[in-house]
T-cell receptor, first 112, second 113 residues
C-alpha cells in the first residue's frame, strides 16, 4: 500500500533528552513537511523539504532539527532546547509544493 | 500574515440534517484552499481542494465553495451521518510562499442519532 507512516505512535521524552520521530513515505513525493498540533490551535509548520538534501524552517523551527538524506524519509529530532515539546506531531508529503498534502497518522510526544 | 478562522468551533446536529461549516481568511492572495477531516488522535484526510480560480468543488455529499474576494469558504455537508462526526479543518496556501499551509483551528462536528 502507498502511504505515509510515522513511528512511534507514542513517544516519551525525559528532561534534557533528544528524541527522533520517524516519517517515511512510498508515494514518490518530492516534498515533505512536519507540523505540530496543540489543543485548540491550528497546525503549525515546523520544517519542510522540497527536495532531497534541502530543507527550510517553518514558523516554529526553534528546538527542532531535520534531515532529508533520502527521498522517502524525513526524520524530525526534538532537541532538549525545545522547552514545551508535548504535542501531536504530523508529517505530510506532496508531489510538489503546490499539490495536495497527504498526512501520516501522527506521533504523540509526552514529557516524563 | 495570513490568519484563518473557523466558525463555529463545535457543532452538534441530528442525523440527516444538512449543515454548513465556515472558514474565513484575512489575505485574499491565495493559491488554493483545502478542507481536511481529522478523526480523534489521527492524521488529516484531504476532502476537497479548491484552486484560487475555482468557485466550488464537489465530492459526494460534500460541496466546498470559495469566495476569494471576501476571504470566505464554506463546506456544505448534505444529509449528515454519524460517520461524519470528526473535526473539519480549513487550510490556505498563499501565493507568496512556496509550501506553507495556514490552518484554521477547526470545527468539531458531532452528528447524533
Amino acid at each position: 500500500d502507498g502511504g505515509i507512516t510515522q513511528s512511534p505512535k507514542y513517544l516519551f521524552r525525559k528532561e534534557g533528552q533528544n528524541v527522533t520521530l520517524s516519517c517515511e513515505q512510498n508515494l514518490n513525493h518530492d516534498a515533505m513537511y512536519w507540523y505540530r498540533q496543540d489543543p485548540g490551535q491550528g497546525l503549525r509548520l515546523i520544517y519542510y523539504s522540497q527536495i532531497v538534501n534541502d530543507f527550510q524552517k517553518g514558523d516554529i523551527a526553534e528546538g527542532y532539527s531535520v534531515s532529508r538524506e533520502k527521498k522517502e524519509s524525513f526524520p524530525l529530532t526534538v532537541t532538549s532546547a525545545q522547552k514545551n515539546p508535548t504535542a501531536f506531531y504530523l508529517c505530510a508529503s506532496s508531489s510538489d509544493s503546490q499539490r495536495t498534502q497527504y498526512f501520516g497518522p501522527g506521533t504523540r510526544l509526552l514529557v516524563l | 500574515k495570513q490568519e484563518v478562522t473557523q466558525i463555529p468551533a463545535a457543532l452538534s446536529v441530528p442525523e440527516g440534517e444538512n449543515l454548513v461549516l465556515n472558514c474565513s481568511f484575512t489575505d485574499s492572495a491565495i493559491y488554493n484552499l483545502q478542507w481536511f477531516r481529522q478523526d480523534p488522535g489521527k492524521g488529516l484526510t484531504s476532502l476537497l481542494l479548491i484552486q484560487s480560480s475555482q468557485r466550488e468543488q464537489t465530492s459526494g455529499r460534500l460541496n466546498a465553495s470559495l469566495d476569494k474576494s471576501s476571504g470566505r469558504s464554506t463546506l456544505y455537508i448534505a444529509a449528515s451521518q454519524p460517520g461524519d462526526s470528526a473535526t473539519y479543518l480549513c487550510a490556505v496556501k498563499d501565493t507568496g510562499t512556496a509550501s506553507k499551509l495556514t490552518f484554521g483551528t477547526g470545527t468539531r462536528l458531532q452528528v447524533t442519532l
